[in-house]
């Protein structure tokens, strides 16, 4: 019994470390898809969460019934042979435009908040990276089992905080909803590019577990998470709107908090980058050992210095551009797994 309830925290913890990345823990990737859309943003997150429950369950279930290894051959499921060579190119872009974009984070963690050189944040993480990546899944389960637990109570703390500090706006405004309805289309194309992503720890994921039952639980508290700090760190965005100027907004609501707080918190926030970071380069790594037959820590090398490179066009403008643009590109790939129909 005790084996099955740490599989299922597991999972959950990994799921959640999987999805939140440097857009997410700082709370950039929030601003753009929910709180610029204001009250409507508690809306759509709720639509996420549900799509985050029931989606990134259902990969997981049908990555385990087809005995699939990496997201290569669950795409060669869902779309056959004759199509699945170009998905996978796409994911493969998508994987490594978004890692770019978790080296950017950190470079702007550290300049924005601790007033440290941009590169010296990219290069300490291209260190760790290596570390934990000799490891493989077990050290990407290790590290978001300490990570994940740590991120929610920080998310617990920040919303607490703001039940203290004046409000300066109501809760619900009833023109955030008929204004503008971009924000009933935010929610999907933010779960879609997420877990579009996602498989590329999701699939591998799924073999840990010793039944379905489990992915199932483990899936439903992953979610369940996911929702919970998006309510949390939105509900503290909206409340704090000069925040949303800065790189890493929940950085600025946080310092408030004291000194003290505000540097445990970005270690928190590091973190939270580094779980998907290292999330990224496990799928990325894979398939291209298969086809090039090239060693583990070449493949990574190469990785982390092209991703390098990328990340020198600026934290904030590559997810500006890129995450949108993931988004569209994964409502496609989401729409596909919602309506196979071999599936049980």
Known sequence: MQKRKKQVIQIGATYIGTIVGAGFATGREIVEFFTIHGSAGFAGILISGFLFIFLGTKI????????AETYESLNTYLFGERFAAGINLLMFVMLFGVTAVMLSGTGALFTEQLHLPFHAGILLTVLLCFIVMQRGMEGILWTNSVIVPIMILFSIIISVSMLFSPIEAPLIRTEDFTGNWRWLFSPFTYAAFNLTLAQAVLVPLSREAEDESIIRWGGFLGGLGLTFILLNSHFALYLVPQSVQYEIPVAEIISRLG???????????????????????????????????????????????????????????????????????????????????DFK
């Open 60 to 67: 997981m279930l049908l990555a385990r019934k087809i005995g």
């Open 259 to 341: 000194i003290f707080v505000h540097l445990l918190f970005l270690l928190v926030v590091y973190g939270e980058i580094f779980t998907t970071l290292i999330g990224n380069l496990f799928g990325l790594v894979a398939p291209l050992k298969k086809s090039f037959k090239l060693s583990s820590n070449f493949i990574l090398l190469l990785l982390m210095s092209g991703g390098y490179l990328i990340s020198l066009f600026g934290y904030s403008s590559l997810l500006h551009y890129l995450y949108p643009l993931f988004g569209l590109v994964g409502l496609a790939y989401m729409l596909v797994i919602t309506l196979k129909k």
